[in-house]
């Protein structure tokens, strides 16, 4: 599907959110949408690791809430997990790392930026709950859509 975030905007202002971040991607894809799975995580990733690894993406986006940031939750392996299984992207409220890498990878990968440390802590996830990101709600079920200009969030997926 071949769409832009600001004509869907203009097309359907009043269907979506928008998720306002200072979003940085770092996949090797710049477009990505798809239905909506979240993540809550500490500062460690074993849960998410998990996800990707073993459950088929079939052209999802895994948006990802990290309560202590400045811990890289994404990196090499996981975008190569991600591609393997059929994850169209993924969107951290948090940081990633292996950029030189996970830019050659054709998945999504937006974050607020990066960190070279990862956790080794083993802690609490949870899957399919409501995050919130500034003004916005986003939940399992929902559709997210990324481009250079930024991420939306709608309940129903749109046509561009």
């Given at each position: 599907m071949?769409?832009?975030?600001?004509?869907?905007?203009?097309?359907h202002?009043?269907?979506?959110?928008?998720?306002?971040?200072?979003?940085?991607?770092?996949?090797?894809?710049?477009?990505?949408?798809?239905?909506?799975?979240?993540?809550?995580?500490?500062?460690?990733?074993?849960a998410?690791v998990?996800?990707?690894?073993?459950?088929?993406?079939?052209?999802?986006?895994?948006?990802?809430?990290?309560?202590?940031?400045?811990?890289?939750?994404?990196?090499?392996?996981?975008?190569?997990?991600?591609h393997?299984?059929g994850w169209?992207?993924?969107?951290?409220?948090?940081?990633?790392?292996?950029?030189?890498i996970?830019?050659?990878?054709?998945?999504?990968?937006?974050?607020?930026g990066?960190?070279?440390?990862?956790?080794?802590?083993?802690?609490?996830?949870?899957?399919?709950?409501?995050?919130?990101?500034?003004?916005?709600?986003?939940?399992?079920?929902?559709?997210?859509?990324a481009?250079?200009?930024?991420?939306?969030?709608?309940?129903?997926?749109?046509?561009?």
């Amino acid at each position: 599907m071949a769409f832009a975030t600001a004509d869907l905007c203009d097309e359907h202002r009043y269907d979506v959110r928008t998720v306002c971040e200072e979003w940085r991607s770092y996949g090797g894809v710049e477009s990505f949408c798809g239905e909506v799975i979240t993540v809550e995580l500490d500062e460690s990733n074993p849960a998410l690791v998990e996800l990707l690894r073993d459950t088929e993406g079939r052209g999802r986006v895994v948006v990802v809430d990290v309560a202590k940031a400045y811990y890289a939750v994404v990196g090499d392996n996981l975008m190569k997990f991600a591609h393997d299984n059929g994850w169209a992207g993924i969107v951290i409220n948090g940081y990633v790392r292996d950029t030189k890498i996970t830019r050659t990878i054709p998945v999504g990968l937006k974050a607020i930026g990066t960190s070279p440390r990862k956790s080794f802590k083993k802690s609490q996830a949870h899957l399919g709950v409501e995050l919130h990101f500034g003004d916005t709600t986003i939940k399992s079920g929902d559709y997210l859509y990324a481009d250079e200009d930024g991420v939306i969030v709608t309940t129903k997926p749109i046509e561009s």
